[in-house]
């Protein structure tokens, strides 16, 4: 995240933690070429818009403990690493609740084009009261209500993005003095419940048109919302067994949207601490934790739960409480965890101090591989997405350890494949699939409501 304490709140104060450079460019192009020596598919960035400002009722916590706050935008950063490396992807977060579809699908576009193909979008709907209060409404929309919402916004993405300009309609020709065609590029005419959108993209075709859709809802209607567009799913369990039922879930409901149960990769977060040896990711570890703030551990929970938790005591269970933030994550810890006991704030606190909503695994590296490839086999997820304790050095660490140990397994890839973000995720080209619902918003597309007679629409100029 473009901040300084993203999940592992306290870290910052680690004397080898630099995410305090987060305003430096030299800081993300860094991270980047680790990444890409890493082979990692991609870097994902998160984002908020307002501040953690349900524990205790406001966001004095947060900004005391540099608690996703401040934070920078995350788009900009995607064009910054892509200059420094060829390969690895840029996974950006961006939410439906607040920005206008035309101007975000060109920026889009843009990124895909100066990316060239390697950008994703990761899907929010948003879920902190107080981002909604910035940009003048008094509180979010209901928890399904944001998703019926950003079905409609991806509607008209989909409808600029792949049913505006037609592959052909950049001509650049000089004899004729013609750039691109004006019949090849269609007014998609979009009337509906939340936006009207007469006009046309203002981009001309990105290498991947629709950069890759991330997703990462959990509960039964975001888990429905992901089956209709994602393409990659990030999920955080506290527990195997839970993340097992969200990977069924999800197989299960792309199915019955149509699509292939392996049509989205599936990624489980995780905080690896590795070392040399057994005993020195230990030592690692404990020393990472002295570093953790129990109050910043309790800001971010209570943000995701959308439960004020100063209203407990440390000892206490969870309970049966109601969300309208992250369904899913008020659900895991209102099961039994790995002890089989049910969680109490503390159990929380001292699980997500580092690992925020995911699991840590530590150990050398032979135990890393071990108990990443038992999750694979338990739970059934494609990959990880990989949290830190202190940054650049916890991902550092798992390019110099990890990853040679898994090469060594035959389960991690040597070298990059070609192409853009998707075609290296599906090996299916560089477009969405023919099974996506964006696919079917192309120009002639069954879902296409592409309406030209606009162009010829008298305009009216309203003075105020």
């Known amino acids: 995240m473009n901040c300084v304490a ?10 080898d933690d630099r995410s305090w450079n987060y305003k430096d460019i ?30 205790g009722g406001d966001d004095v916590a947060a900004i005391r403990n540099g608690a996703q706050v401040p934070v920078n935008d995350p788009v900009q950063l995607a064009a910054v690493m892509a200059a420094v490396t060829e390969h690895v992807g840029f996974g950006i977060t961006a939410g439906t609740a607040f920005e206008h579809p035309v101007p975000f699908a060109r920026r889009l576009s843009t990124l895909d084009h100066l990316t060239r193909g390697r950008v994703g979008w990761n899907v929010v709907t948003g879920y902190l009261p107080s981002a909604a209060r910035n940009l003048g409404q008094a509180d979010q929309l209901e928890h399904d209500q944001r998703y019926d919402h950003a079905d409609e916004y991806l509607e008209v993405v989909y409808k600029l993005l792949e049913g505006s300009w037609e592959d052909d309609a950049v001509v650049r020709d000089r004899e004729r003095g013609v750039f691109a065609e004006p019949d090849k590029v269609h007014h998609i005419g979009h009337r509906g419940t939340h936006f009207t959108v007469p006009g046309i993209h203002l981009s001309e075709p990105s290498p991947q048109r629709t950069p890759l859709v991330f997703q990462a809802g959990a509960s039964p209607r975001g888990i429905a919302f992901a089956a209709r567009h994602a393409e990659a799913v990030f999920i955080a369990a506290p527990t195997n067994a839970v993340a097992k039922r969200s990977v069924d879930a999800i197989r299960a409901a792309l199915v019955d949207a149509g699509r292939s149960p392996d049509a989205a990769k599936i990624y489980l977060l995780l905080t690896v601490i590795v070392d040399e040896t057994d005993e020195l990711a230990r030592r690692k570890h404990e020393d990472y934790l002295s570093y953790v703030s129990p109050e910043g551990a309790l800001t971010f929970l209570s943000g995701w739960m959308g439960v004020d938790l100063s209203r407990y005591e440390l000892d206490e269970p969870l309970g049966n409480v109601q969300s309208n933030a992250i369904q899913s994550t008020v659900a895991a810890f209102q099961e039994e965890n790995d002890e089989g006991r049910v969680w109490t704030i503390r159990d929380m606190v001292e699980r997500n101090g580092i690992a925020g909503l995911g699991a840590t695994v530590v150990g050398s590296a032979a135990t890393v591989a071990d108990e990443m490839q038992r999750i694979v086999a338990e739970t059934g997820v494609d990959g990880f997405n990989l949290a830190y304790a202190i940054t650049p050095g916890t991902f550092e660490d798992v390019v110099e350890h990890v990853v040679p140990e898994l090469q060594r397994r035959g389960v991690y890839p040597t070298e990059y494949a070609p192409g853009t973000l998707r075609d290296r995720l599906f090996g299916a080209g560089d477009r969405l699939p023919e099974d996506h619902r964006g696919a079917r918003y192309r120009v002639g597309g069954p879902l296409s409501t592409i309406d030209d007679s606009i162009r010829n629409t008298p305009a009216v100029a309203v003075a105020g």
């Open 6 to 15: 993203h999940q592992s709140s306290g870290l910052w104060r680690h004397p």
């Open 26 to 55: 030299g800081y993300w192009t860094e991270l980047a070429r680790i990444a890409e020596r890493g082979l990692f598919d991609s870097i994902f960035i998160a984002d908020v818009l307002g501040t953690y400002d349900v524990y």
